[in-house]
């Protein structure tokens, strides 16, 4: 079995991660503005940049990885032997006999987290996948 990304699961997934991981620092910088009573006007000077790298290095990926020479960007691979999951062309495994069970983490970021007996684990975000593939890859897992 052979999951891959989509363009647009990759799109919502980065946006995804990065609301999750600048949430907290956004929160801390509102209550910092409301505390001294200032303008909340210089958040915007973090987040504007943030949405554009994001927004450009997206767009890079559209016009770039594509045709012949395009990676996996995000996918994960399921055979006889192992687990093998995908970022970027490279790959982290996991071999059947390692492989303990997976565990989805309920936090902020949600996570999918496969366990392996020697401790290297694959971690990736819930949203990594669609929910046909998610489906898919629990139901995979869970008959092995």
């Known amino acids: 079995m052979l999951l891959i990304q989509s363009r647009g699961q990759n799109i919502f ?13 956004f929160i801390g910088g509102a209550l910092v503005a ?3 009573q200032e303008s909340m006007s210089h958040i915007s000077y973090f987040l504007y940049p943030t949405i554009i790298i994001l927004a450009l290095y997206t767009l890079w ?3 770039f990885n594509s045709g012949e020479s395009k990676i996996i ?15 970027y062309g490279s790959k ?16 902020f970021p949600r996570m ?9 684990n ?17 139901d995979y897992l869970s008959a092995k």
């Open 13 to 25: 997934n980065r946006f995804y991660l990065l609301f999750t991981q600048f949430f907290w620092m």
């Open 34 to 36: 409301l505390i001294n």
């Open 61 to 63: 990926l559209i016009i």
């Open 73 to 87: 960007e995000y996918g994960l691979e399921l055979d006889e032997q192992e687990i093998s999951y995908i970022k």
């Open 92 to 107: 982290q495994k996991i071999a059947w006999s390692d492989f303990t069970g997976f565990e989805i983490k309920h936090g």
């Open 112 to 120: 999918v987290l496969l366990k392996s007996a020697d401790k290297q």
């Open 122 to 138: 694959i971690i990736f975000s819930y949203y990594t996948f669609s929910s046909s593939q998610r489906r898919a890859l629990f």
